[in-house]
């Protein structure tokens, strides 16, 4: 069961994907692995990407469908419990390959669709 309304969740992934976006602006991987601030503010907001998704439960493929969700799931399990052997050139690289599409996923889910303009089908 969910944890609260999806919407939310959603947003909060949104937010999180656009916050990580504004960190990383202008880096490469060498200026964010020299960048220590930048690299735990990404991780954190990952590990609530992460928990948006745990929150989303089933609700995640229904509204997000062909989403690697036990992926975005899992890479707060891998920063929690593996923090001492996280490897920054993976956090990098799930920022610039697998978050820009989550993204319109998340949004096309938050979007709701066009009204009919005929009107209601007559009963």
Request: aromatic share 6%.
């Amino acid at each position: 069961m969910p944890f609260r309304e999806p919407t939310l969740s959603l947003r909060d992934i949104l937010d999180g994907i656009d916050m990580i976006v504004q960190f990383v602006r202008g880096m490469d991987l060498d200026a964010f692995r020299q960048d220590p601030k930048t690299v735990a503010a990404v991780e954190r907001k990952l590990l609530l990407i992460s928990e948006a998704a745990i929150r989303l439960g089933k609700d995640a493929e229904r509204l997000c469908p062909g989403l690697p969700w036990h992926n975005i799931r899992g890479i707060g399990n891998w920063l929690r419990h593996r923090y001492d052997r996280v490897d920054v050139e993976t956090v990098w690289n799930t920022v610039v390959d697998d978050l820009p599409a989550l993204r319109p996923g998340a949004l096309r889910a938050l979007t709701p669709p066009p009204a009919d303009p005929k009107g209601p089908a007559p009963g």
